[in-house]
């Protein structure tokens, strides 16, 4: 069938949809097929022009999320403890009552915002997002950010100008890849979007190799040619010695990068003291395999390193990343097709816009620091594990108010469990959210956004990542229930004007909305009013749809409104139900450099100064058992536990050990066991395989339901447990602050 024959309906009306999952960074495509007024099926859209028929479970349940009963509909409040369901107008009064006195008796900087995962995948908190960040005045903001890529972004700030500059994997292309802290079987690819991800893997290996880095033998090393167990901890030890063998054995190859570079002498003299022996005790790769593999790597014309969350969630998160790409570079496997390459993405992402006070050569780290721990600045934001003791201790500057927007830092966040011991003591909590959950029973004020099949979708910053220009607009499937209920983009720009001083009720969101478009429009050279009467008349006269069609048309692919005929806007794109693909990424050194010189820096100094960190690591006694973290298919961290189709099967909340350790301790399948760090202690069951590195345990994050005053209910009848009570918080990669919730050392013993 093509788009051409297949009778699409309405919003809300019952018959076939088409619509992009937005759960993760595959972005599938998805037929959804809706019978009075339910969801009946969904299945994979084999036209869709990314996909082509790829599906997960996750996105074959997005019917059951839509209808899941627990799911929020209507605003709460709560009163003495106990919730009520209220309009909007008097949730918004109640946000105002609650937030107004906080700000007049300690400022704003008493208040901050936790800002969430699938803000990401958002249509409308994405876009707008940027509001209540930038315009609130709340000076220290938190995030999920600072447990995920801030070693990325430092790296990619320092090396090319733009803190969310990243390069990714031309897995379509390339010949050689190896993955190094990544498991796309489970994940589906991060920071690297891909259609059906496994499938691409699975097309390298006809025609050369994947090898994939990781303690854990994973899905993805089964779906591989070959596996390195790697201690934790020790990527960017392995990166180092492989840079040393490039430049020992005259495998340098830097081709039409050369004139793009700066630093290449520096690394030079800096890996001259990596050798692969050197490194080869402490990360459990013997130095031959070192050698073999940078001259693999070397010799390959199309090959590439892809490094994600293992290599950036760990104690080396920075100098790991960095050197993914180091590597990368030396080995003429940048920037060009079949390498690591810069995507262009066919709307751009405010992400894209230099932040201010991040302009090249600013300091980048350090410019405050936290008023309990004294933890630094970096690039904005301070670890999240801050915020307990930011709520929790007593003084001047105390943190009294929190706003959360998709977010569940009880569960996500290292020491969460302090977390959720400080939340009770705020004076307002106001929670962005669709569930009750371990982090929003804290709210005072729940307010819910429309189930994602009730809002348009098309992805925002995941198009920056992504290994075609791609855009692909899907309507919503059902009409919104209460056509007066606000989007969240406009929850956001309530919260932002109450924040500011304006009673949430009485904010002009117009307004803001109009003022947020204009400075879109600057950062394109083009004035706001002027586009704004554009369009007068149609039906964008505001909100995400006007600033996606900007981002459309202002984009790579773009009619510029007007100025290049025939090309990209929103209406074009409505009208092309599949999608468009413009293909795959093409080269963009040195124009997407954002560094006042024009060039690469390959050897920043910032990074540089961690390298005695790291020699003392790899010459520090080796802990007799580390924790690392793992994710499954049918888990998205922790909100998706409510899904029943999602949550069949095993127990997935256990905790996997080499059969020899388990030997060594007398601990069977199956049996209870107490896991202890420097951060706390956990029980849970365990789970006998051969299938990690001896030494190293891991256990999934995003499970400790079963909380009181949740609503939850199939969550809550499996809830499992809460594996960030192990994550000490002060447990970081230094030079970004980024929460280390790889490698911890912990204890396991039996429980009697
Ligand atoms: N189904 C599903 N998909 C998801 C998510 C989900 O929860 N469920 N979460 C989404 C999010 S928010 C993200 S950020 C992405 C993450 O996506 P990925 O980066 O693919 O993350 P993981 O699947 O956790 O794989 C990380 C791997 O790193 C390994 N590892 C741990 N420590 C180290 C180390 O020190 N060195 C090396 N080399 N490896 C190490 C772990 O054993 C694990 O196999 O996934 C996204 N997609
Ligand atoms: N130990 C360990 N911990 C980890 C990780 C790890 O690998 N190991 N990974 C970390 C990573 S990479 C990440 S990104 C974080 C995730 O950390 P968080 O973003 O804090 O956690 P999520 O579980 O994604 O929580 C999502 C929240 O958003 C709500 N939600 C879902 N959809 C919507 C929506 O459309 N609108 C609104 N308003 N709310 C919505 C859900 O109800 C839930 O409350 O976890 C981190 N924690
Ligand atoms: S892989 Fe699954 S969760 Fe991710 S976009 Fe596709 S269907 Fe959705
Ligand atoms: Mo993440």
Known sequence: MTENTRQLAAVGEDGLHLYTCPLCEAMCGLEIRVEDGHVAGIRPNKDDAWSHGHICPKGASLG????????IRRPMIKVDGEWHEVDWDTAFRRCTELLQPVIAEYGISAVTAYTGNPLAHSFSLARYSGILLGLSGMPVTYSPGTVDQRPKNLSSHLMYGGWWSFPVPDIERTDLLVVMGANPAASQGSLLAAPDVMGLIGAIRKRGRVIVIDPVKTATVDRADEWLPITPGTDAALLLAISHTLFDEGLVNLGGLEPHLDGVD???????????????????IGAERIRALARELAGTPRAVVYGRIGTCNQEFGSLASWLVDVVNILTGHFDVPGG????????????????????DGAPVFGRYRTRVRGAKEVLGQVPVSCLAEEIATPGEGQI?????????????????????????????????????????????????????LEQPHHDDLILNFAINSIANYSPPVFAKPDPDAPD????????????????????????????FFDYMCFTQGLDGAEIRAHYAGTDLTGGPERTLDLTLRTGPFGDRYGQNPGGLTLEKLKAAPNGINYGPMVPRIPEVLGTSD??????????????????????????DLVLVSRRHLRSNNSWLHNVGPLMKGRDRCTLLMHKDDAARRDLSDGDLVAVRSAGGCIKVPLELTEAIKPGVVSMPHGWGHGKPGTRLTIANASPGVNTNVLSPPDFLDEPSGNGALNG?????????
């Not at 001083?501 to 904010?507: K, L, Q």
């Not at 911890?744 to 009697?752: G, L, M, N, R």
């Open 64 to 71: 059951e999320l839509h209808e899941d009963p627990d799911r």
């Open 266 to 284: 520096v690394v030079r003299d800096v890996v001259a003291d990596w050798s692969p022996e050197r490194v080869a005790d402490a990360t459990g």
């Open 340 to 359: 690591s390459m810069f995507p262009t993405p066919a709307a751009w992402s405010i992400t894209l816009q230099p932040l201010p006070g991040l302009e």
């Open 400 to 452: 009294k108010a929190l706003i959360t927007v998709a977010g569940n830092p009880v569960l996500s966040t290292p020491a969460g469990h302090k977390l959720d011991e400080a939340l009770p003591s705020l004076a307002a909590m106001i929670s962005i959210d669709l569930w009750l959950n371990e982090t929003t029973r804290h709210a005072d004020v729940i307010l819910p956004g429309c189930s994602p």
């Open 488 to 515: 969240e983009w406009e929850i956001l720009i309530r919260l932002t004007g109450l924040c500011t001083g304006t009673p949430a009720e009485d904010v002009d969101v117009a307004a803001i909305d109009d003022g």
């Open 598 to 623: 024009g060039k690469i820096r390959l050897a920043p100094a910032y990074l540089l100064d961690d390298l005695p960190r790291l020699a003392r690591r790899i010459i520090r006694e080796p802990d």
């Open 744 to 752: 911890i050392p912990v204890e396991v013993t039996a429980v009697s």
